[in-house]
């Protein structure tokens, strides 16, 4: 195998933990924002490329041209997909079996704490949301132009061991909002790369999938949960009307459940973190 990662953040890290746990033998080309460069990670040697919408090294275009394997984690550039936008004829010419597009479950927008789906209707509200889709429907429409074996991966809200409700709690940096009927969803980071590993064998082009646990909550009741474990004091409520506009805003004006069935009914797949609880409890014996 050859993989090209377009970024190397925690999923794409994640996702080659999990093929060197499986001995599976593959080259890997990353692209950074940094200076190109020969690294290591997981005692796996990669060619690390950069990129960035200002500045591109043109070596990784044979390394692009050679890959069986893409996945794309990069995210839009005002509204647009960069990497379309540089590589567009160079993709369309390779013969990569699996190109897989990381977006995220704030396509959907606000839809009152109700269920949604792969059908659903998506109608994002923040910025975030609202490039992710745009960027969605680029590489759909890109793929159905030149017949190319890509998927759509709609992730909830990822949390890992460096990355918890844990770790805000304890230094202080959690900011909870009380809101009645706030539903978000989540995933752990190791079932994302679980299921990004079985899809190497599994794969339907064209496919969109959400990537979830199976119970979507409130941050309060996170936040709580997670007070308990630690033994500390919830943290005290803020009120939303008191946010400034951002991310933290946008994230409290969109509530729904993110349905998963269709995930776990194509790969067949069983959660190892069905809900937060068992997510927490393992991070926090392994770390706390």
Known sequence: MKIFCFGFGQVARHFVKKLVKENVKFE???TTRNKSASLKFDKIEYNAFQ???????????????????????????????IVIENFKEVIRETKTKWITYLSATSVY???????????SETN?????????????????AFSKEY???TQILRLSG????????LKRLLSGEARIV????????????????NILFLSLNKFKRNEIFNISDDKP????????????????????????????????????????KVDNKKMKRFFNYKLLYPTFKEGLIKIFNQII
Not at 109 to 119: F, K, L, Q, R
Not at 158 to 165: A, E, F, M, R, T
């Open 28 to 30: 890997l080309n990353i």
């Open 158 to 165: 990822i949390y890992s061991n460096d990355n918890n409700i």
């Open 51 to 81: 990129f960035s919408k200002e500045r591109k090294d043109k070596n990784v275009i044979k390394k692009i041209f050679e890959a069986s394997h893409i996945l794309i984690s990069v995210p839009p550039v005002e509204e647009q997909d």
């Open 147 to 149: 017949n190319l074996p």
């Open 178 to 193: 009380k809101k009645k009927d706030h539903f978000f969803s989540r995933i752990h980071i190791e079932d994302i790369a």
């Open 124 to 140: 994002p509200i923040s910025m975030n949301g609202k490039s992710r889709l745009s960027a969605e429907r680029e590489w759909l």
């Open 217 to 256: 909550a409130s941050q309060e009741e996170l936040a709580i949960f997670g007070s308990k474990l630690l033994k500390i004091d919830t943290p005290k409520l803020l009120d939303i009307d008191d946010l400034e506009e951002g991310m933290l805003k946008d994230f409290y004006r969109d509530s729904k």
């Open 109 to 119: 927008g606000n839809h009152n704490g109700a269920w949604v789906d792969e059908n």
